[in-house]
């Protein structure tokens, strides 16, 4: 089990932020309403937010405050929530430097199999999550996995955030749950993201956001997620990115709370 998250032998834990950061303030409020939310349920809770949208649909789209400026209010939001923070690195050298400040490094699933960014990843000795590519089968990802180990690094989580099946949106696959599972680490559910319709609005990623709740407790009812991935906002639709799928601050605690529930009815029978 991953160090970070087995400090707390928490039934689950959250990973959980704005998609981009947008500013301290916004980011700072979001993390301060999922950290209470996740208190009040005895959740573990790991803020996140990207500092560069690296793969945006369109190049006019909002990327982010970038590296430099984006670690610094990542900074800030360790130090004042007092939670750990994630980020995703997209390039081998932004591994060690924002290795430097946050706890989890994210390696976005378009990049899953870029060997040189993962082995990066792994060399800082952070933990480090790895999105299963919406283009690779579940077993796949053991291969991932032995590329971080080979430096000596077996702190990772994989996450699960849909299938490209081609007719517009990604589709679960909740049989790669179990097969993720059975590599012995942490396997996340990527709630809001599986809701996507990758560039269904033309120039943006379209989305299903009504359909998380449900998806997300499909995803905890197979018995083997240990955590879920959600992005949430307090105007989801304003959001800079990822609008079409943003969840709102005030549904995480029914979520989570719904999630946490028949997570406990598991582990009774």
Same mark, same amino acid.
Do not use: W
């Given at each position: 089990?991953n160090?970070l998250?087995?400090?707390?032998?928490?039934p689950?834990f959250?990973?959980? $932020?704005p998609?981009?950061i !947008?500013?301290l303030?916004?980011?700072?409020?979001v993390?301060?309403?999922v950290?209470?939310v996740?208190?009040?349920?005895?959740l573990?809770?790991?803020?996140k937010a990207s500092f560069?949208k690296?793969?945006r649909?369109?190049?006019?789209? /909002?990327? $982010?405050?970038?590296? !430099?400026?984006g670690?610094?209010i990542?900074?800030?939001?360790?130090g004042?929530?007092?939670?750990?923070?994630?980020t995703?690195?997209h390039?081998?050298?932004?591994? !060690?430097v924002? $290795?430097?400040?946050?706890?989890?490094l994210?390696v976005p699933a378009?990049?899953?199999?870029?060997?040189?960014?993962?082995l990066?990843?792994g060399?800082?000795?952070?933990?480090?999550?790895?999105?299963?590519?919406?283009f690779?089968a579940p077993?796949?990802?053991g291969?991932a996995?032995?590329?971080?180990?080979s430096?000596g690094?077996?702190?990772?989580?994989?996450t699960?955030?849909g299938?490209?099946f081609?007719?517009g949106r990604?589709v679960?696959? /909740?049989?790669g749950l179990?097969?993720?599972a059975? /590599?012995g680490q942490?396997?996340?559910?990527d709630v809001?993201h599986s809701?996507q319709?990758?560039?269904?609005?033309g120039n943006?990623? =379209?989305?299903?956001? !009504?359909?998380?709740?449900?998806?997300a407790?499909?995803?905890?009812a197979? =018995?083997?997620?240990?955590?879920?991935f959600?992005?949430c906002?307090p105007?989801?639709?304003?959001?800079?990115?990822?609008?079409?799928?943003?969840?709102?601050?005030d549904?995480?605690?029914?979520?989570? $709370?719904?999630?946490?529930?028949i997570?406990?009815?598991?582990?009774k029978t």
């Open positions: 089990m160090d998250i087995q400090r707390d032998r928490a689950l959250v990973i959980a $932020g998609c981009v !947008e500013s303030e916004l980011c700072l409020e993390g301060r309403h950290k209470k996740c208190e009040g349920l005895g573990a809770y790991i803020f560069d690296a793969n649909s369109s190049n006019a789209s /909002f990327r $982010g405050p970038g590296l !430099e400026g670690l610094k990542l900074e800030r939001i360790k004042e929530l007092g939670v750990p923070v994630l995703d690195v390039e081998p050298n932004q591994a !060690e924002a $290795g430097r400040v946050v706890d989890v994210q378009f990049l899953a199999r870029q060997t040189d960014l993962l990066a990843c060399k800082t000795g952070k933990a480090i999550n790895v999105k299963k590519g919406q690779m077993v796949e990802m291969l996995i032995e590329k971080i180990k430096t690094n077996s702190n990772i989580m994989l699960e955030r299938t490209f081609g007719y990604l679960n696959d /909740f049989t179990a097969v993720m059975k /590599f942490p396997v996340v559910f809001t809701t319709m990758p560039a269904g609005l943006t990623s =379209g989305g299903n956001p !009504e359909y998380s709740p449900l998806l407790r499909a995803a905890v197979t =018995g083997v997620v240990d955590g879920l959600l992005e906002h105007e989801p639709r304003k959001a800079k990115s990822d609008a079409a799928t943003m969840m709102g601050l549904e995480v605690g029914a979520l989570l $709370g719904a999630c946490l529930a997570k406990k009815a598991l582990t």
